[in-house]
């Protein structure tokens, strides 16, 4: 790593000249760096805003699933099976799906190696269950934390290689030319305002930077957690299937889900009206009590909101949106008291099965969730919330994005040098198994770091090279940005624009939508982002890094909503997203205005092109890649792995052709 200055559009800011740049430590960050260091490219490096922050290391639920290819005996399962389950969850690229089922293993087994404690029989089988979207049992867990178990695992190997870390560091703008990335522009958050800006030079930047968890009010992600889809977008990144997210029911003090466990010891829903009179609302829409409670049963099982269980599960979303929503009242799970009409003998066999066989047939959602899963208990006594004396606060939130940076087989954008890896790239599709995140981030980073160490060689840097590129690329949005500057007011306008548009977001943008309200919503977010460095007002100079945050926020917002309005047009009402329609179907039950266009399968064979160009940005659909055929035959396969990874004396260079989204 090479250290030096630079000076753009009368500023100086420190140059970091190295090989590559990941951005990110979550699971995926941390993993590709890692990767990376094995494989000999050294001359690296990691950028975060906060090493304590991000999804990995802050979320999960009651048993946060890790998804990967059956290893217990009892499981008969295949790379080709497990590549078309994920492909057969519509709108993903055959490649990918075919990587992440073959590179599953050798992942999990490093986690393994490294500490996370994923549980096993008396004979060393990882034993697995059955999760959403999966018609097998492959799924595995270590507990409500697993994801926070494999980032400080992977976090401890990265620390014994020396790799440097720069926290504090906020990406901001990703330097390309000529269709290839050349280096990021970041802000040094412990030196505020325009002293903290710093510059990267490198041949490849990795961005593990999460999904654009900053676009909703109603949000699990965790508080801090923005994502910077908007400046892949900006850089000129493809992005794809951006209207695909994955909502649910989630608390709101503490941002937690809600699922699994959580619903299966069938909780007491009450709401909440502004004067404090509470109610217990669930039977306003059900016919009788033992429907209510199997739907929400159900919802432990079939978790996230999907349009093709309105009628089923879903319901229960549906409702707690028009309770929170619509009627602006506060719904919380209680688990003190049994709900109006339990009965266990009148529940489904699948509900009242369950039951029994966890030993839960007992008095109380409390006593049956201290039988089933007493960690879930304690992870909120650990935040200040005790399940026994309280109610739980909750709505339906974004949990995940399906959707996100276009990526080829080996996670590589468009863009020449930039990869990404985890939440942020959009490998999911529409009906992902549960826990494939997890896995997905794993292989993704691994297969990045890979591509780079086989199919590369470090460059020399040339600081005459890099001045000349920053006053192309560079000169122009930075004296913009430092304008703003002459801006400040004691009124900042941050936080006041970011809030409105989260807030209209979850109402008119989240799992029911609607395609008038998405287009006044696609102008406004237009307009705003047009005049954005004209209108905003900071209250310092040390603003910029939150007025930068804002825009990126603003910029993802306004992409998702292009995706939505074109899926919601062509395809109506599918994976999570309602239409509604004003001559569609009735929901029924006291669930008013709902009216939506029927869900469909349509398009399940394409995928969603968002973009950004000169004058806007648009979406466009595009074909799928179908699962490759492959030549199986070892010695051509041996063949073409010495060659590709130059191992056996063939060349192990180059050149990279462009992805194909």
């Known amino acids: 790593m090479i250290k030096t200055s630079i000076g753009c559009a009368g500023q100086t800011m420190p140059v970091y000249a190295l090989d590559t740049l990941v951005v990110g430590t979550g699971c995926a960050g941390l993993n590709a760096a890692d990767w990376l260091y094995d494989l000999g490219r050294t001359d690296l490096a990691i950028v975060t805003e906060g090493i304590q922050m991000g999804t990995s290391r802050n979320t999960g639920s009651d048993k946060q699933t890790y998804y990967k290819l059956s290893l217990a005996s009892d499981g008969a399962d295949s790379v080709q099976e497990m590549a078309e389950t994920l492909f057969s969850g519509g709108s993903v690229n055959g490649d990918t799906a075919l990587a992440e089922a073959a590179g599953s293993v050798r992942s999990f087994m490093k986690l393994v190696n490294l500490g996370v404690p994923f549980p096993t029989n008396e004979y060393g089988e990882y034993v697995g269950y059955k999760t959403d979207h999966d018609p097998r049992q492959r799924a595995t867990s270590a507990g409500p934390l697993t994801s926070r178990f494999m980032t400080e695992a992977l976090e401890r190997s990265v620390q014994r290689k020396g790799i440097r870390i720069f926290n504090h560091m906020q990406a901001v703008r990703l330097l390309v030319e000529d269709g290839k990335v050349f280096g990021l522009l970041a802000l040094d958050l412990t030196r505020p305002g325009p002293d903290g800006w710093t510059l990267f030079a490198c041949e490849h930047i990795l961005l593990a930077t999460g999904g654009p968890a900053g676009v909703y009010d109603a949000s699990v992600y965790p508080y801090g957690h923005v994502g910077m889809t908007g400046m892949a977008l900006e850089a000129g990144a493809k992005l794809v299937n951006l209207q695909e997210w994955q909502y649910g029911l989630a608390s709101t003090d503490f941002r937690w889900n809600v699922s699994?466990?959580?619903?299966?010891?069938?909780?007491?829903?009450?709401?909440?009206?502004?004067?404090?009179?509470?109610?217990?609302?669930?039977?306003?829409?059900?016919?009788?009590?033992?429907?209510?409670?199997?739907?929400?049963?159900?919802?432990?099982?079939?978790?996230?909101?999907?349009?093709?269980?309105?009628?089923?599960?879903?319901?229960?979303?549906?409702?707690?949106?028009?309770?929170?929503?619509?009627?602006?009242?506060?719904?919380?799970?209680?688990?003190?008291?049994?709900?109006?009409?339990?009965?266990?003998?009148?529940?489904?066999?699948?509900?009242?099965?369950?039951?029994?066989?966890?030993?839960?047939?007992?008095?109380?959602?409390?006593?049956?969730?201290?039988?089933?899963?007493?960690?879930?208990?304690?992870?909120?006594?650990?935040?200040?919330?005790?399940?026994?004396?309280?109610?739980?606060?909750?709505?339906?939130?974004?949990?995940?994005?399906?959707?996100?940076?276009?990526?080829?087989?080996?996670?590589?954008?468009?863009?020449?040098?930039?990869?990404?890896?985890?939440?942020?790239?959009?490998?999911?599709?529409?009906?992902?198994?549960?826990?494939?995140?997890?896995?997905?981030?794993?292989?993704?980073?691994?297969?990045?770091?890979?591509?780079?160490?086989?199919?590369?060689?470090?460059?020399?840097?040339?600081?005459?090279?890099?001045?000349?590129?920053?006053?192309?690329?560079?000169?122009?949005?930075?004296?913009?940005?430092?304008?703003?500057?002459?801006?400040?007011?004691?009124?900042?306008?941050?936080?006041?624009?970011?809030?409105?548009?989260?807030?209209?977001?979850?109402?008119?943008?989240?799992?029911?939508?609607?395609?008038?309200?998405?287009?006044?919503?696609?102008?406004?977010?237009?307009?705003?982002?047009q005049s954005f460095f004209t209108d905003y007002k900071l209250v310092a100079a040390g603003g910029l890094a939150q007025m930068l945050r804002t825009r990126d926020v603003l910029l993802s917002q306004r992409a998702i909503v292009s995706a939505m309005r074109l899926a919601a047009g062509e395809w109506g009402s599918r994976g999570s997203g309602l239409v509604l329609d004003p001559d569609g179907t009735d929901c029924g039950g006291g669930l008013t205005g709902y009216r939506y266009r029927v869900p469909q399968s349509a398009g399940m064979d394409k995928q969603l092109i968002t973009e950004m160009k000169a004058d806007g940005v648009f979406s466009s659909f595009a074909p799928i890649r179908p699962i490759p055929v492959r030549d199986d035959w070892f010695e051509n396969v041996w063949s073409g792995y010495r060659a590709r990874t130059g191992r056996g004396g063939a060349s192990n260079q180059s050149d990279r052709p462009s992805c194909s989204v």
């Open 260 to 529: 699994g466990t959580y619903q299966q010891v069938l909780p007491r829903y009450i709401s909440v009206d502004a004067d404090g009179n509470e109610r217990e609302f669930l039977l306003d829409y059900f016919d009788t009590p033992s429907q209510a409670l199997d739907a929400v049963f159900l919802k432990g099982y079939q978790w996230p909101f999907d349009v093709r269980k309105v009628n089923g599960s879903s319901r229960i979303d549906l409702i707690i949106h028009h309770e929170t929503v619509d009627l602006g009242r506060r719904v919380y799970m209680d688990f003190r008291t049994d709900p109006t009409g339990l009965d266990f003998s009148v529940l489904s066999e699948e509900t009242f099965q369950y039951l029994k066989n966890s030993g839960a047939l007992l008095p109380t959602p409390i006593a049956r969730l201290a039988q089933m899963n007493p960690d879930a208990i304690e992870l909120y006594r650990a935040h200040g919330i005790d399940l026994k004396t309280q109610p739980l606060r909750v709505a339906v939130c974004a949990q995940h994005n399906n959707g996100g940076v276009a990526v080829d087989v080996n996670w590589q954008t468009n863009i020449q040098g930039l990869y990404a890896v985890g939440e942020c790239a959009g490998t999911f599709g529409v009906y992902r198994p549960g826990g494939s995140a997890l896995n997905a981030c794993q292989v993704g980073s691994m297969r990045a770091a890979e591509h780079i160490a086989y199919t590369t060689k470090p460059q020399r840097f040339c600081m005459e090279q890099l001045e000349r590129q920053v006053e192309r690329v560079l000169t122009g949005w930075l004296t913009e940005v430092m304008a703003c500057l002459g801006h400040c007011d004691e009124r900042s306008t941050s936080y006041t624009i970011r809030r409105e548009m989260q807030q209209r977001m979850s109402a008119q943008a989240a799992h029911i939508r609607d395609l008038t309200a998405l287009e006044t919503l696609e102008t406004t977010l237009d307009t705003v982002l």
